[in-house]
DNA sequence: GTGAAAGCGCTAACAA
DNA sequence: TTGTTAGCGCTTTCAC
């Protein structure tokens, strides 16, 4: 900067400002300033814009994984609510594992993001000390935490899964069963089979439970699942499952034994893949609104980042409502 | 660091070394002050370090979009290969434009990333110019640029669609029509459609092009365009997509119209995504090896970034073999 | 609209 | 093994 400056002939100080567009810095000094820093191949340097200011432009967000079309549809959401407020995304992968999560959120606060959004509600202790300490804005989302650590934008996976099983019911479906869920790290997963599992219940009906092993669910587990549950001794007429990607294995599944969907088994899925939307049949979902989680997240952080209230507030929970979406694979007899 | 300092009664230079693993601190100096330094909830600011070391632990990556498994894959790869050696990636999103990209390459070089990988060989001028200036190691990958900027890992999408088309007429089809590809921001996708058009002209095949409007392409729009193409006067017997997914959606028309798949109509994609190998008919499909690309990426970076070679020797090429995966759906009548 | 001085929180370089 | 000094490249603050 202080080259730019010797050779446009004015001090460091009005070589910065001409960088910044709401600096008052005269029209033709700015001009050319700019110039020579293009002529000199200049970037600007924003480590040490950052240090001074004590102001990062990062948002920091945890995900489980990027291969998956539902956080990364949220992340889009996030990313393009970051984007015209100048602020970056900064991303980490936990791959479906608190441990892992609680090491992340540790190296990106090193960072110092002005803001950091996390994927669930639930986290080891030290992480939660390390979110709380941090007096950066919070936001939790993909669930609604019973103790949430500062805003969140989520819904209840149980609740969304209930829906479902109340549609089969009334679809006519007695023997369900739910695929995926296992306890080992996707606590969204295992939400989804609680609710389920106490919907079922309160319904009377029969169900079983398949597990599918480590998350990500992928669409060959799904088969696998299901082949092990039709080679069982008792069939169930619906299946449901943890996500669509594992409901489109199950389908497939179906067609390769000219199992008859919905005919003679229905099958649901989770997440609102594209997937679920041009499969034969189409299969029943459960929309979550991945996208909206994140640009409602995004919003609400450009709004408390914008907004001079350094320690916001009361927290602000803001309730996604996912939606049923009823396809051919789940329709009535 | 300076209270921790007073705190454990030493100088702050010693805190600062009590924090890298490989500095010189006496074991239990090291302990007491990290002991300090969990309790009063310090957590390092590496924004200050990244300056006075003049390293920021970054490696920034460009890709189109997230919200395609195979750059997903590609991320994945070059993320595993970062952690272990310190670094943080950085990701930005470019939506399949030049212009995007080289707005997202200047803002990227303001973190002073230590290397920079973007996806593709096609960029704007001065995007050219912002990389070459930067003086860090580039890759450019998932092409074959012909003039590269820095290190390449890749392969010619041309050639791997020229493969595939091969395997179509052994496999017997005489009438192609190829779908995707259009020259509006995907250049590898228009480089697969030109491998295309060659290969079929080399063969003396009849062919079509179906275009597909604006990337990212979604199932829904392959089988759009199939629609399109089967309401037509000629048919194909066999259908190229520049994506499996579109490739899917092809062949979920088909099954919506009741054409057999492979017998009246063969279908192929590409990017061996999973959908590929469970869908009913598999789709046969080439796979470019995601996930490699990016490993091997993150493999010659931390090379680089490790040896002391500031300015690095001749650049590489690293060329991935796309490999031609045989399915179902092109099995020989 | 512009400039001078000071310093953000850490670490390179050197000294002990 | 530990400490001292200086400074990374910007921007805050205050002065003009």
New binding site residues.
């Given amino acids: ?1 202080s080259d730019i400056a010797k050779a446009a002939g ?5 070589v ?2 001409a ?2 567009a709401d600096a ?3 029209k033709k ?1 700015r001009e050319k300033i700019l110039k020579i820093a293009e002529e000199m191949g200049y970037v ?2 924003s480590t ?2 950052n ?4 102001k990062s432009g990062f948002v920091a967000a945890t995900i489980p994984s990027l291969n998956n079309a539902n956080f990364a549809d949220t992340v889009r959401g996030l990313n393009e609510a970051m984007r015209d407020k100048g602020l970056q995304l900064l991303l980490g992968y936990t791959d479906y594992n608190v441990e892992n999560e609680e090491r992340l959120i540790e190296q990106l606060l090193r960072r110092r993001p002005e803001a950091m959004v996390v994927t669930g509600g639930r986290h080891t202790d030290r992480a939660r000390r390390l979110l709380l300490n941090a007096s950066i804005p919070v936001v939790e989302t993909w669930d609604l935490p019973e103790d949430p650590v500062g805003h969140t934008v989520g819904f209840s996976n149980a609740d969304a899964m209930a829906q479902l099983v109340e549609h089969l019911h009334a679809s006519g479906a007695r023997r369900l069963a739910f695929i995926g869920g296992d306890d080992n790290g996707d606590t969204r997963g295992a939400d989804r089979r609680k609710g389920f599992v106490s919907k079922a219940r309160a319904l009377g009906l029969e169900y079983r439970l398949v597990s599918l092993g480590a998350p990500p669910v992928s669409m060959r587990e799904g088969a696998r699942a299901m082949a092990e549950l039709l080679d069982g001794d008792t069939q169930p007429d619906a299946v449901l499952c943890v996500s669509d990607l594992a409901a489109f294995g199950v389908l497939t599944e179906c067609q390769r034994r000219g199992i008859d969907v919905p005919g003679e088994m229905m099958i649901a899925g989770f997440g609102a893949f594209d997937l679920a939307e041009i499969s034969v049949p189409t299969l029943t979902t459960i929309d979550a609104h991945a996208y909206d989680i994140g640009a409602r997240t995004g919003a609400l952080l450009a709004e408390i980042l914008r907004g001079d209230s350094p320690q916001d507030g009361a927290p602000s929970i803001m309730r996604i409502r996912p939606t049923l979406k009823v396809s051919r694979s789940t329709a009535a007899k």
């Fill in positions: 900067m004015v001090s460091p100080m009005t910065s400002r960088f910044k008052s810095v005269g000094t600007f340097d040490a814009s240090l001074r200011s004590q």
